[in-house]
């Protein structure tokens, strides 16, 4: 059978295995990468291009940048005119009309960080942690209207680590995606895809979380949900307190002995504060305008009587 006419729409750092292993892959014929306009980005607001499209320059890949593909008659029309069998889809953050949807002849297929119907959205990894389940992975599915709601036809299971961060389960899960293309490739040239219906019972969503969320509420959580909160905002948004007023990023906490009724704070085992069912240590620690420390430098520096959360 010949190579598989593909377009790929994506834009962030976390496409790029799923990219490389299309490029590289013989049974596809990767004709154009759809990715988001340059932004402004640094200090200077200079214009910088999507990881993607940086990655087609580098290897001379086609490419396009639209705000809303969907519009794009020209580009659509092309596809159309070169018979496109396949569009895989990756962290593109555009929902597609039903134009294209309907354009290829194999399909148009979606990549998503979890194991669907679960944590439908934007932020699938980081919720999986934060619900502290035990196992994530990888689906492929058929793209509909409906935002992640499409048939699977495609799946791959991996374990949480203990104490596994946002960024490390970030970065495993960017490899399954490469292999579990690659096996859905497979799959489509031998014209054995299998399709299966989400069980809308079992749907949950993962929207998009804001910085503000990363506010750590010692008085009225449980250490488990706190642990979980500070593992799944890593590196993205971070969690923070604040202490005397200044907002203090947490890094790395513990659960320690020490009896402290939620929200009381002591100095005498490092910088230790009573949550609901317990007592923690804010073991590493960032002050705003400072560097990252452990709490006993953040507390050799600090004079006055201290005050988490009081603003």
């Not at 490389?20 to 200079?46: E, F, H, T, W």
């Not at 409906?146 to 104490?163: C, F, P, Q, R, Y």
């Not at 096996?183 to 895809?193: G, P, R, S, Y």
Request: proline share 5%; aromatic share 8%; charged share 25%.
């Amino acid at each position: 059978m010949r190579a598989l006419k593909t377009v790929f729409m994506g834009t962030p750092d976390i496409c790029l295995s799923v990219l490389s292993a299309l490029k590289n892959n013989d049974q596809i014929d990767l004709i154009q990468v759809v990715s988001m306009p340059d932004r402004p980005a640094g200090r200077g607001k200079k214009l910088k291009s999507p990881e993607v499209i940086e990655f087609c320059k580098n290897k001379s890949i086609p490419f396009f940048q639209s705000e809303k593909i969907n519009n794009e008659e020209f580009v659509i029309q092309k596809w159309k005119e070169s018979k496109v069998d396949l569009i895989i889809v990756f962290a593109f953050a555009q929902f597609l009309n039903k134009t294209i949807l309907n354009l290829p002849q194999v399909g148009c297929f979606n990549i998503h960080t979890s194991l669907l119907p679960k944590y439908r959205g934007a932020a699938p990894i980081q919720y999986a942690i934060l619900n502290q389940e035990k196992e994530t992975g990888v689906s492929i599915q058929k793209m509909v209207s409906k935002m992640d709601a499409g048939d699977i036809v495609h799946s791959k299971k991996i374990t949480i680590l203990e104490n596994e961060t946002g960024g490390e389960l970030y970065l495993r899960l960017k490899e399954v995606a490469a292999v579990a293309i690659n096996e859905f490739i497979d799959l489509a040239i031998k014209q054995n895809l299998h399709y299966t219906p989400q069980d809308e019972s079992l749907v949950s969503f993962a929207p998009t979380i804001k910085k503000e969320e990363g506010l750590l509420d010692f008085k009225n959580t449980p250490f488990a949900q706190i642990q979980s909160k500070v593992l799944a905002f890593d590196p993205w948004p971070g969690t923070y307190c604040y202490l005397n007023k200044k907002r203090l990023k947490v890094l790395e906490i513990e659960m320690v002995k020490h009896s402290l009724k939620p929200g009381e704070v002591s100095k005498e085992l490092g910088l230790v504060i009573g949550c609901l069912d317990g007592s923690l240590r804010l073991k590493k620690v960032q002050l705003e305008g400072k560097k990252p420390c452990s709490d006993i430098e953040l507390l050799n520096g600090i004079r006055e009587e201290i005050k988490i959360n009081e603003l």
